[in-house]
């Protein structure tokens, strides 16, 4: 079997994706077992949705993909963690490798954690967003923070990110 590009980077996605969300969750191969039976490897080579509605149409059948899929390796979870599995490695494999200025990292959404939310309340208490944990959300209680994060009107909503940091701080 040839080991391609495509393979190298879908691999590390996988491990970034795992990573970001592991955190006293379950192990990477698991997320991994969830990960390849969605399309998100074809997101690598294949076309990429290209508006909001079908961005957000795709991602709602890949997080509940990966719900099931973690529910048959008795891991049971959230649309939050499953969304941020998702975030994550579209961040690393599309976003991040088309540096930014592909359609995809136009529309889709960043990685949604504690740091971000914390600190996106602090600058914009406007938008509600006071005590979510993004562990805990459901598919509708997701999409309606996403809502609330299009109202800030960026460019690329990868840069959302600018109110996350690598460490959370005070």
Known sequence: MNYTFTDHLHNYAVWTAARASQRGFTTTDKIKFAIEATGLKGL?????????????NFLRKTGRTIIRELNKKGIDTTYGRAAKIIAVYIKTAIVIRDSGKSILAKIAHPPIDNILLSNLNKTNK?????????????????FELIAKLRTLNLKYFWELEKHWTPVQKG
């Open 44 to 56: 690598i080579k294949e076309k990429c949705p290209t508006s909001i509605k079908d961005f957000d």
């Open 126 to 142: 406007s938008l509600g967003i006071s005590g979510l944990k993004w562990t805990l959300l459901t598919e509708k209680e997701y």
